[in-house]
C-alpha cells in the first residue's frame, strides 16, 4: 500500500473495486461531454490502495487525475504541491494528529483555497459526516455511487454545487445553520400536493417501492409522479432533485 504523496500518470484498474467502467456522453450531466472535463484537475485521498486505483481507472479517461494519497500527511502535501480543483477525500485517513479527513481539509485550504473537497467513504454515520461537512467539504457521497454518479457530482462539486448521497439529506441539512426557508417557491408551487410528498421522499432517499408502501400507491404511480416532478423542475435524475429540495430546506 502507498503512503504519502504521489502524482499519478496511467493507474491499473481495480479489480471490481468501485463501480463504474466507461461512460458516454448521455450518461453525464446533460450540459456536459466528456470533452468538457478534461481541465477538471482531481486527487484522490483513500487509504485502501485497490479502492483508490479503481476510482483513478474510472475517473482518468475523462478527468486530470493529479495526485493521489493515503494518508493525512502525504494527503496535506500532495493537495498543497498540485493544488486540484476537485478533491476525492475518504473521512477515516490514516496519520497527522488523528483527525481524518476532516484535519485534511482544515490543513489543505490554506494551502490550496480553492481547491473544493467532496467526501467518498464507506460510512454514513451522522458524526462522520458532520465532520467533514463543518470542516469545509463541499459534498459527500457514500462508496456505493455509481462512476456515473460520482462523475456528475464531481462537475457539481466544481461548479460549485453542494452534493451528498441522498439519504444522508436530512443530517447534511441540519449541519448548516442560520439559512431561512423561502417562504413562497413558485416551481414548488408548480407540483401537486401528492407530487410534493413523493417529491420529499425520493429526495430522502427512499426507493419507489418504499415510497409506494409510505404513500399505498402503486410503484408505477410513483414512477410517474417522479417523472411529472422531474419534468416540472427541469431536473434530469434523483440526485439533482435531492439537491434541489436541499436548497429549499424542504426535506
Known amino acids: ?3 504519502g504523496t504521489d502524482t499519478t500518470g496511467d493507474e491499473p484498474a481495480a479489480n471490481g473495486e468501485f463501480p463504474g467502467d466507461g461512460l458516454s456522453d448521455a450518461e453525464l450531466s446533460p450540459s456536459h461531454s466528456s470533452e468538457d472535463l478534461r481541465h477538471i484537475r482531481i486527487a484522490v485521498v483513500d ?3 485497490m479502492f483508490r486505483a479503481g476510482v483513478i481507472a474510472t475517473l482518468q479517461p475523462y478527468f486530470q487525475i493529479v495526485g493521489q494519497a493515503a494518508d493525512v500527511e502525504g494527503s496535506i502535501a500532495m493537495i498543497g504541491q498540485t493544488a486540484p480543483d476537485v478533491v476525492l477525500l475518504d473521512v477515516h485517513v490514516p496519520g497527522g494528529e488523528g483527525g481524518g479527513g476532516a484535519e485534511i481539509l482544515a490543513k489543505s485550504q490554506p494551502r490550496s483555497p480553492d481547491s473544493a473537497f467532496l467526501a467518498l467513504s464507506v460510512s454514513d454515520s451522522p458524526k462522520d459526516v458532520g465532520s467533514v461537512i463543518r470542516a469545509g467539504a463541499r459534498g459527500y457521497v457514500t462508496k456505493t455511487i455509481t462512476g ?7 462537475i457539481q462539486v466544481h461548479e460549485g454545487y453542494a452534493v451528498f448521497s441522498p439519504k444522508l439529506a436530512g443530517f447534511v441539512l441540519s449541519t ?15 407540483l401537486s400536493a401528492r407530487e410534493q410528498e413523493v417529491m420529499r421522499l425520493i429526495a430522502r432517499g427512499y426507493t419507489y417501492k418504499e415510497v409506494a408502501g409510505e404513500l399505498f400507491i402503486s410503484i ?12 416540472k423542475l427541469q431536473l ?8 434541489w429540495a436541499a436548497d429549499r430546506r424542504i426535506v
Open 1 to 3: 500500500m502507498m503512503n
Open 47 to 49: 487509504d485502501h490502495e
Open 148 to 154: 456515473q454518479d460520482l462523475m456528475n457530482s464531481i
Open 176 to 190: 448548516f445553520q442560520g439559512i431561512a426557508p423561502a417562504t413562497h417557491d413558485d416551481e414548488l408551487d408548480r
Open 220 to 231: 408505477k404511480t410513483v414512477e410517474t409522479h417522479v417523472s411529472s416532478v422531474l419534468r
Open 236 to 243: 434530469s435524475n434523483r440526485t439533482e432533485l435531492t439537491r
